[in-house]
């Protein structure tokens, strides 16, 4: 009982893996040796026989070509020279081969083999002058002293080559001495780590059997944990899915294939398959969504298409998924959800139908309230005109008129009309500005952006050179870190960042000198510019009016605008894939963030544009 109690510790499971794992590899490294150590010394063994072999054969061609050099000695006939010929290319062969193999497997015999290489060259040497000599005297015997001297030479060769020959003998026969030791060494090695293997595969079993009735209970447990899962994710709306990209396998929930109108056993679980049922036009898009996952340039992955329901129309569907693979291999597979959004995109197609609608409202709104203003304002021009005239025309006639009348007269002619004609004047060009205002915030959503490489640094100078008399005359010290060159509209950035800088110009402080500063910050996927100010600051119950339109803050009201120029820059950056936001206080200045995406969303309202139709920009905040 307490042994098993013991093996039930997952610490002893840890210690029977290592012990086992360690006995093993003991004992192959133990039978490894053993048996690189025979088969080095079954190695050299055969080398010593290969270097008796191959010195044998360099022997037999130098006794062929001392044969060949006696005959043609002997008898002058050319045609005996063939076997010495023969002989003396084998001879150079067979010398390199032999020495090669030697160097190779005994460097430390290098010096005899050298001086015995000597001795045969020396005597083939000796060969080849006969041979020469005997063309040259034209059948000159071959003299005793030179026999003597070459048989000599053969057998100081011969000497040196059986020394050597008997030297590898019995270093062969100690090998064999040594490797029947080897032998009975290894046996005994076997016998004792096969005994001590046995008993560590022995406590292994018992510990895996015990492992195992461990795993079984787990593996119910589990089984109950996947069934809860499985009703869970039945349950919910969204569909599952699971691809293998490396197999082809897939798996998708049954609220997946019913979002398309199928059921369970309707269509086969295979990737083409539902890859088939995208809309074509968006295929290639929901493809490219996925590569640029898997390749790492997306962050996450999410698209959307539409999918072919069994009732033959579409249905638009979110898709999102995270990946998984080996390190440094990949994406392998992918799991993820499918939700079912066309209603959202009837929504959204109805809220840019509607806003299409109010664009269209706001512009024959404000475009047919200038058909009235035009006549007002000529109309009071004309009366003003005959004002003038009727006051000529009873000026002869005033000399007569009571005391009473003239004094009415005076005040209707030069004071009443006048100022309720100037009253008319102000309020038709006010009216006026605001219109031409609306159309202008109306242009924002029908303008086409050209998305190009930006210096945002030349952007801000040409915007603090605009306003250059201004800042002379006030003395605002201008300060502005280094600024990134973007990927934006350039024009856009210009009324954007002329507006801010035309607001922090205006709105400053009379009893401390002005300071603007701007600055960037870069984040993983956006840059951040940010404009301060040590101006006046706008007050906590403003703050939701700043990006209003017509509304002010209470502390600008000697200075002239509209309302509209911070709801422009908040619309623009929209369409810029960007966003405004600040933080301020009263009397200690305020700070603006614009916040300009790395990457713009090229499919809401960018593309090219003609640099001759450009926009005012509107300055008022």
């Not at 002989?87 to 015995?116: C, G, H, K, N, Q």
Request: charged share 25%.
């Amino acid at each position: 009982m307490m042994w098993q109690k013991l093996l039930r510790q997952r610490h002893y499971y840890l210690v029977m893996f290592v012990l086992l794992s360690v006995a093993t590899v003991a004992f192959s490294f133990i039978v490894y040796a053993h048996y690189d150590r025979i088969q080095d010394q079954n190695r050299r063994s055969l080398f010593e026989y290969e270097a008796i072999r191959q010195s044998r054969v360099v022997l037999v061609d130098l006794l062929d070509m001392q044969t060949g050099v006696h005959a043609y000695l002997i008898s002058g006939e050319e045609k005996t020279l063939t076997a010495y010929r023969t002989a003396r290319t084998m001879l150079d062969r067979d010398l390199s081969a032999y020495r090669t193999l030697v160097l190779r497997y005994d460097p430390e015999a290098a010096r005899d083999i050298y001086l015995w290489l000597d001795n045969i060259r020396s005597l083939r040497k000796t060969f080849d002058d006969q041979v020469e000599n005997r063309r040259l005297g034209r059948g000159a015997a071959l003299t005793r002293e030179a026999f003597l001297r070459q048989v000599q030479d053969m057998a100081h060769v011969r000497r040196a080559l059986e020394t050597t020959n008997i030297k590898r003998i019995v270093d062969v026969r100690l090998q064999a001495a040594e490797v029947a030791r080897a032998r009975s060494d290894f046996f005994y090695t076997l016998i004792i780590g096969s005994v001590l293997l046995i008993g560590v595969m022995l406590l292994g079993t018992v510990t895996i059997l015990n492992l195992e009735a461990d795993f079984r209970s787990r593996l119910a447990e589990q089984e109950g944990v996947m069934q809860r899962y499985r009703e869970v994710t039945e349950g919910i709306n969204d569909g599952l899915f699971e691809v293998n990209f490396v197999s082809g396998d897939f798996y998708c929930s049954a609220a997946y294939k019913a979002m398309l109108g199928y059921g369970p056993d309707e269509v086969e679980n295979r990737w083409d398959v539902f890859r088939n049922m995208i809309h074509p036009d968006d295929r290639e898009v929901a493809d490219a969504d996925l590569r640029r996952y898997m390749e790492g340039t997306d962050g996450a992955y999410r698209s959307t298409f539409r999918m072919r329901h069994k009732d033959g129309g579409y249905r638009w569907i979110l898709s999102r998924g995270v990946g998984t693979g080996a390190d440094f291999s990949g994406i392998k597979s992918m799991i993820g959800t499918h939700a079912d959004i066309t209603e959202q995109k009837q929504r959204e197609e109805e809220l840019r139908q509607l806003y299409a609608d109010l664009e269209t409202f706001t512009y024959i709104t404000s475009h047919d309230l200038r058909a009235p203003l035009v006549n007002l304002k000529g109309f009071s021009k004309e009366l003003e005109i005959s004002m003038k005239d009727v006051s000529a025309a009873i000026a002869p006639y005033q000399a007569g008129f009571a005391a009473a009348d003239q004094k009415t007269l005076d005040l209707a002619l030069k004071e009443d009309v006048p100022e309720a004609l100037g009253f008319i004047a102000k309020g038709v060009e006010r009216m006026d500005s605001l219109t031409r205002a609306i159309l202008d915030l109306s242009r924002i959503g029908k303008r086409v952006y050209t998305v190009e490489s930006v210096n945002t640094q030349t952007i801000f100078d040409k915007c603090v050179g605009a306003l250059g008399y201004d800042i002379t005359q006030k003395g605002i010290e201008i300060a502005c870190a280094p600024l990134p060159v973007v990927m934006s509209d350039a024009i856009a950035l210009e009324q954007i960042f002329g507006n801010l800088l035309d607001n922090a110009v205006k709105y400053l402080r009379t009893d401390v000198t002005g300071k603007i500063e701007m600055s960037v910050r870069e984040t993983s996927h956006d840059y951040i510019f940010t404009l301060s100010d040590n101006g006046r600051g706008i007050a906590d119950i403003d703050k939701p009016k700043v990006f209003e339109i017509f509304r002010r803050a209470r502390n600008t009201t000697e200075v002239g605008g509209l309302g509209l120029g911070m709801a422009y820059v908040k619309a623009t950056l929209r369409r810029l894939s960007g966003e405004i936001w600040f933080d301020s206080k009263i009397d200690e200045g305020t700070r603006f963030h614009v916040r300009l995406p790395k990457r713009p969303n090229l499919s809401d309202g960018f593309g090219p544009v003609s640099r001759t139709s450009t926009q005012t920009p509107l300055t008022e905040t």
